[in-house]
């Protein structure tokens, strides 16, 4: 398969589920990633998995995934930021 065709075929997929705008393949090794970190997989299992060679460009997807925040108490209603 070419990258042409990859490309191809991923944006046809997106567009069948509804993504409004061109999607790269290299969108799906972001969606992977978040989803491992959502997850609880441990941050080098992930780094492994997507094959990045330094850990910063693995970081960002634990740093920003919703599970960090399983088990926090609610925030109090008068909190506004």
């Given at each position: ?54 850990m910063r ?22 909190y506004n930021?």
């Amino acid at each position: 398969m070419t990258t042409r065709i990859m490309h191809h075929v991923v944006a046809e997929a997106g567009g069948a589920v509804g993504i409004p705008f061109p999607m790269p393949p290299h969108c799906l090794g972001h969606a992977c990633g978040y989803r491992l970190a959502n997850e609880g997989r441990a941050t080098r299992d992930i780094q492994g998995y997507l094959g990045h060679e330094n850990m910063r460009h693995t970081i960002g997807y634990t740093e920003l995934g919703a599970g960090r925040f399983k088990g926090f108490q609610p925030r109090p209603s008068w909190y506004n930021y």
